[in-house]
């Protein structure tokens, strides 16, 4: 029996509140959903409070904070009203992220390299407030550093790119992609950070990911959600969590 917690599980719970915002009204309940991922085995609840408010609300998050028995990990772009809603609510950990109005999802990572000057008080307002920080970033070994000298104790992989080349059937790329998750897993570890996940994984994904020994989290939502309408959402993350076991597994019993 392994110890699951030696990876956990963030289930992303936004597009539950996409499909209720297509609506307007109450349904489907964000935190209904954080409820039922919290029974099936998540270890965690993420929510990404976008400025243009597209999914997660300003009430979804008092909603969360006030009734969730899982930490939450808010998801969030660096800005100063963004800074004033995590210092408020102290939620257990912040994920800050690249936003681009017109982008579909978060397309990138940050560049916490180029915006050191910007992001370090953030960072050290966010840690004095006890939140576990973390940078979503590519995996690119200027970007970690970047982390180290800004005192995130956390990074987050984007692993987008390598989840597209699986899509679009490029096994080359993927390779590709995957080694850049690995040897920035490593030399996050190696400079003392806390190595998490995310981005695009799904049941095909996931596994080569989290067989990557180092890396402690991955946050899951689209494809999560999405497959929920098919199989119900405890199942689609039970099986997220399997998939997740069954590599974590096979890499212990081989180092
Ligand atoms: N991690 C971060 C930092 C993200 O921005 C997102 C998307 O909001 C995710 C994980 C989850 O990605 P997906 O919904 O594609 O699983």
Avoid: W
Avoid at 57 to 63: C, T
Avoid at 83 to 110: F, K, S, W
Wanted: with cysteine.
């Amino acid at each position: 029996m392994i110890d699951r917690h030696t990876l956990r599980l963030g289930v992303n719970i936004d597009h539950v509140a996409t499909i209720r915002n297509a609506r307007g009204g109450g349904h489907p309940d964000p935190l209904r959903a954080a409820h039922l991922a919290a029974e099936a085995g998540a270890d965690g609840i993420t929510a990404h409070l976008r400025e243009d408010r597209r999914h997660i609300s300003d009430e979804d998050i008092d909603r969360l904070m006030g009734e969730l028995t899982l930490p939450l990990n808010l998801e969030m772009a660096a800005t100063d009203e963004m800074m004033a809603i995590a210092l408020r609510h102290r939620p257990h950990a912040v994920c800050l992220v690249p936003e681009n109005r017109e982008e579909r999802t978060t397309e990138g990572g940050l560049d916490a390299a180029g915006q050191h000057n910007r992001l370090a008080p953030m960072v050290a307002d966010l840690l004095a407030a006890s939140a576990r920080v973390s940078l979503f970033v590519e995996a690119d070994p200027r970007q970690l550093e970047a982390a180290v000298s800004l005192k995130a104790p956390v990074v987050e992989l984007h692993a987008g790119a390598y989840c597209d080349a699986c899509y679009e059937g490029d096994g080359a790329a993927a390779g590709r992609e995957l080694e850049r998750l690995q040897e920035a897993a490593a030399i996050g570890a190696e400079l003392g950070l806390e190595v998490h996940a995310g981005h695009g994984l799904t049941f095909d994904t996931v596994g080569p990911v989290a067989a990557i020994a180092e890396v402690k989290e991955l946050n899951i939502g689209h494809f999560l959600i999405g497959e929920a309408i098919f199989i119900g959402l405890d199942a689609s993350i039970k099986r997220m969590r399997a998939l997740m076991d069954e590599a974590r597994a096979e890499t212990l019993s081989t180092s």
